[in-house]
């Protein structure tokens, strides 16, 4: 894996403190009713159940006052997180690193129509770690936890017997 050149240190917590700033001034998505955000969701994630989809929106939005719908979560926010962006910015080879001081048994779980598949290199991922396992899940997407809570619970069960 290539080493992409860095900026100084503080250079580089200084851009990411004023990406984070940026995403401030930004009016996050709102829904005019609870419906309109159900049905979003939905889109988003067609492997819910009706039944999961409701109960994920209801608790999932806060009312705010103009009578719109909101996520509780910061959408722009988690997406800025990722991608080896962790904790303050470190580095890719840092956070590398730090996974390969785990020594601890490791399973990753990828539901195999999450947006990450297209992204993820297996071997590379697993390499980092002394003893990791990677699988993925059939008819998954990212939410493979609602989307196959069976075979997720069995894998888990499984793992940390």
């Not at 996050?28 to 409701?54: G, I, K, V």
Request: include cysteine.
């Amino acid at each position: 894996m290539g080493s992409v050149p860095r900026l100084p240190l503080p250079d580089e917590q200084r851009a990411w403190i004023e990406g984070l700033r940026s995403l401030s001034g930004r009016r996050p998505r709102q829904y005019p009713t609870l419906e309109d955000a159900y049905q979003r969701l939905q889109e988003a994630n067609p492997h819910l159940s009706p039944e999961q989809a409701r109960h994920l929106t209801i608790h999932g939005v806060n009312q705010n006052e103009d009578g719109s719908y909101g996520w509780k979560f910061d959408g722009y926010l988690s997406a800025n997180l990722v991608n080896g962006q962790f904790m303050l910015d470190h580095s890719r080879e840092q956070v590398f690193q730090l996974w390969r001081n785990i020594s601890c048994p490791v399973l990753f779980l990828t539901g195999e129509e999450s947006w990450h598949v297209a992204t993820l290199d297996e071997a590379a991922l697993v390499s980092h770690f002394d003893n990791a396992r990677h699988v993925f899940i059939e008819g998954a997407g990212h939410w493979l936890h609602h989307d196959q809570l069976d075979r997720f619970l069995g894998l888990v069960e499984d793992f940390l017997r």
